[in-house]
């Protein structure tokens, strides 16, 4: 088993690189980069990003040195007029005064000593500000998770247990709505019916707690975050349990239909002594071990859309924000530290599979 972790540890490496190459690559042929965002902002065309902008090189005051002077630099758009030694101090500042390829080997080295450097135009650094968003999305993907199996466990089996009946057909067609519906459509409908919209007004729209959190007791602060956490979970655990509980069913159906089950009936178990004493452990295997890695799925990708619509400051609202901001320290540690844990969460699901099951051996397969 140490050569099998060390071989996939190793094969991290080059999958980290390739990750992080082609990423780099894309974004040197996408438009309104960093430099053009501020300059967007100072000529009046672009957004937000260079109200966030720290350091120098970027103040109002700076306006009296290049308005009307020079020619500009053509490699950005709406930079006529801008003075040139302006637009190559934003470069410096960028990070863009070297060639790409040092400044990716540069990049390289410093994630691998975890050193993700500080946001363009947020005066904080990545790690900081990925661990400020971090609580949002933690909730959201623990409890979706943790829903999610306890409705698709005990469904699963239910559903291999009445294989045919008209519970199996029923239950099957409302899991593929449910699967084939997605998430950010729940969440409209529910933000509409029960957020205000156009009938009740049950549930808060923004945030996972009120602006008296403070002032609430204990047990006020449990039902205030769960009061805050029911519209977006009930629109991720709508789409996010169909593939579980339809796994559950195969899995205990493929059991079931196994000697071993025959024989254990034949000595006088009950039905549920087969199914909870004999067949849950074997037929869970594939469940179980696919926990981390649906979790991290959920932490990671299920939420970005849920927390933009519901205005959740987590992961995935600032993932999204960083990318229209082009705030690429930000989008590329992200990256880098999802793929990482995603990699990791990858062995470990294997390393599961072994621990249920010792039979399982990867270093006896045929690679």
């Known amino acids: 088993m140490g050569a099998y972790i060390l071989r996939r540890v190793l094969l991290m490496i080059p999958t980290l690189f390739g990750i992080m190459a082609i990423s780099f690559a894309v974004v040197q042929f996408a438009p309104g980069g960093p ?3 501020v300059i967007a902002k100072l000529t009046g065309q672009g957004g937000d990003a260079g109200d966030r902008l720290s350091g120098g ?14 020619e500009g630099s053509s490699k950005y758009r709406g930079a006529q007029g801008l003075d040139p030694e302006f637009i190559a101090q934003l470069e410096k500042q960028f990070g863009f005064d070297k060639p790409p390829l040092e400044r990716f080997f540069k ?10 450097g500080e946001s363009f135009f947020r005066d904080i650094s990545v790690i900081d500000l990925i661990v400020e968003k971090m609580p949002v999305s933690i909730s959201l993907g623990l409890w979706i998770t943790l829903l999610s199996y306890a409705i698709s466990i005990p469904l699963g089996i239910r559903k291999a247990v009445k294989d045919g009946s008209a519970f199996d057909v ?23 019916l029960f957020a205000g919209g156009s009938f009740w007004d049950i549930f808060p729209l923004r945030g996972l707690t009120s602006e008296n959190w403070d002032q609430l007791s204990l047990g006020g602060k449990i039902l205030d975050y769960f009061w805050h956490l029911t519209l977006p979970l009930t629109a991720m655990v709508l789409s ?7 796994l559950t069913k195969n899995s205990f159906l493929d059991e079931i239909r196994k000697q071993y089950v ?10 549920r002594q087969v199914l909870y004493g004999h067949v849950f452990r074997n037929a869970m295997l594939i469940v179980i071990a696919g926990f981390p890695g649906a979790f991290i799925s959920a932490f990671f990708t299920g939420s970005l859309l849920i927390e933009n619509i519901f205005s959740l400051d987590g ?27 995603g990699l990791v969460i990858g062995l470990i699901s294997d390393l599961t599979y072994t621990w249920i099951d010792p039979r399982i051996d990867f270093e006896r397969r045929d690679v």
């Open 262 to 271: 025959v024989t254990a009936r034949a000595k006088g178990l009950t039905e």
């Open 170 to 192: 029923w239950t099957s067609g409302v899991v593929i709505v449910g699967y084939a519906i997605p998430g950010f459509l729940f969440a409209i409908i529910l933000m509409i």
């Open 57 to 70: 090189g970027a103040d109002a005051g700076n306006n009296q040195n290049f308005e009307q002077g020079g």
């Open 240 to 246: 996010a349990f169909a593939t579980t509980t339809l």
């Open 315 to 341: 992961l995935g609202l600032l993932g999204y924000r960083s990318v229209l901001d082009r705030d690429y320290p930000v989008v590329f540690a992200n990256l880098y530290i999802f793929s990482l844990i």
């Open 35 to 37: 430099v053009e965002q």
């Open 107 to 116: 990049m390289l080295w410093d994630y691998a000593r975890f050193d993700f």
